[in-house]
């Protein structure tokens, strides 16, 4: 059974950091897109960041960019997303997800297809962050 466990959320001031763990199990971990993706309440599911396990390629969007940092350990068939200087608009429930993407073309077509919740096959169950002002 293909199962994605997403952990590591919590409250925080801002400033603060958090770090999220996608663990994976059921599948085949290493052909798959990996998506850090966020739903503030009364928005729409936001893709935020992706690594591709097969290339260690990793995509983020403009509102985390420099801030949170994506990472896979292989071994444990895990992924991370380190938060740091988070801000009251990061309170969101924080999901991961997976996909096998064919060539994604340049990194603007890329970002695009990544950071959609449409393309994203198996999903977990999400962690709340909450980030107080």
């Known amino acids: 059974e293909v199962q994605l466990q997403a952990s590591g959320g919590g409250l925080v001031q801002a400033g603060g950091s958090l770090r999220l763990s996608c663990a994976a199990s059921g599948f085949t971990f290493d052909d798959y897109t990996i998506g850090w993706f966020r739903q503030a309440p009364g928005k729409e599911r936001e893709g935020i960041s992706s690594?591709?396990?097969?290339?260690?390629?990793?995509y983020y969007t403009e509102s985390v960019k420099g801030r949170f940092t994506i990472s896979s350990d292989n071994a444990e068939n895990t992924v991370y997303l380190q938060m740091n200087s988070l801000k009251p608009e990061d309170t969101a429930v924080y999901y991961c997800a997976a996909a096998r993407f064919g060539p994604l073309g340049p990194p603007q077509n890329a970002i695009l297809v990544v950071t959609s919740p449409k393309r994203y096959d198996y999903w977990g169950q999400g962690t709340q962050v909450t980030v107080s002002s």
């Open positions: 690594i591709s396990r097969s290339d260690g390629s990793t």
